[in-house]
């Protein structure tokens, strides 16, 4: 049994090349939640996520001679990281985007490592607080208050509460991120892992989407939808998945949710050119600051500048 790796250190070559096509493929989700919510209700949309994907990735599991474990200790743990790594925050995300563009929703998004080091420093022994993350946190968090607009506490008119969504759920995955180290002790690979979690959260998810949306009742959806939802499952789930777990295993859950600062880059740009959003202003100020806060927390940047220069 190998012992969990410090996150303080630099990441890998290759560590960083899964980390980039990771935000590749979650980019591209904002972007499939963004045409499907036009012909589909929030949950309808993500039980077809988490169904398909799990679908996939019992066939993969299938063909490799792989199987699940049965213990109950493990699909606890399944449970637990299905819940909070797809139930809220797919839940809340989706919903979000039914008010905001899908740009916006995933600079929100990309807060998660900045509530990451602040949940892990209270329940982890080798994720804690320093100073340079510290002022991560508070640039990053600043750069929130102006995207959301001074004016949010007063109004909480319901884009306010799109965003105030967004956020919980980039909270939720922050607990996710430091809950799904345990599956390193457990001895669960990456890919057994995210079958495991979307098998759960779609049993989970599957009676209240069929109490709340009455999918039975609702129109057929058109072409474009139906490939959204297709490719949300398997490209932005199933095999993000895979590699989401693999990084989570070798480089642990502070460097893995630096993948939320590239994620905007995609999702932006499809959102844009693809679905015809716009940014306003302040909204790309405070882009910029959560920038800024992710690059604290990363601190590659700063051992960069300080670091004594060599003769």
Do not use: C
Request: charged share 10%.
């Amino acid at each position: 049994m190998t012992t969990p790796q410090s996150v303080n250190r630099s990441m890998t070559p290759f560590e960083w090349a899964m980390l980039v096509t990771l935000s590749v493929l979650w980019g591209g989700s904002f972007f499939f939640v963004g045409v499907a919510v036009a012909d589909l209700p929030p949950l309808t949309i993500v039980v077809a996520r988490v169904a398909l994907a799990a679908l996939a990735l019992h066939i993969v599991l299938a063909v490799m001679g792989a199987r699940l474990p049965g213990n109950r200790e493990v699909w606890m743990a399944f449970a637990g990281m299905g819940f909070l790594n797809n139930v809220v925050p797919f839940t809340l995300i989706v919903w979000g985007q039914t008010h905001i563009a899908s740009g916006l929703a995933s600079i929100l998004n990309a807060t998660t490592p900045l509530f990451t080091v602040i949940v892990a420093h209270g329940l982890t022994s080798d994720e804690k607080m320093t100073p340079g993350r510290l002022l991560g946190v508070a640039v990053g968090f600043a750069g929130v208050a102006i995207m959301v607009g001074g004016g949010a506490l007063g109004t909480l008119g319901v884009d306010v509460l799109a965003q105030l969504a967004v956020l919980a759920a980039a909270l939720s995955y922050a607990f996710a991120g430091v809950f799904g180290r345990r599956f390193r002790t457990l001895g669960v690979p990456p890919l057994a892992t995210a079958t495991g979690q979307v098998t759960a959260s779609s049993l989970m998810l599957l009676p209240v989407m069929l109490i709340v949306d009455e999918p039975w009742t609702l129109a057929m959806p058109s072409a474009g939808t139906v490939a959204a939802v297709v490719g949300l499952a398997l490209v932005s789930t199933a095999l993000a998945y895979i590699l989401y777990f693999r990084i989570l295993q070798t480089a642990g859950a502070t460097n893995l949710l630096l993948v939320t600062f590239l994620i905007p880059v995609s999702a932006i740009l499809l959102g844009v050119f693809a679905l015809g959003e716009t940014l306003l202003p302040r909204q790309m100020v405070g882009m910029a600051l959560i920038g800024f806060g992710l690059a604290a927390v990363d601190g590659r940047i700063g051992r960069a500048i300080w670091a004594p220069r060599q003769p």
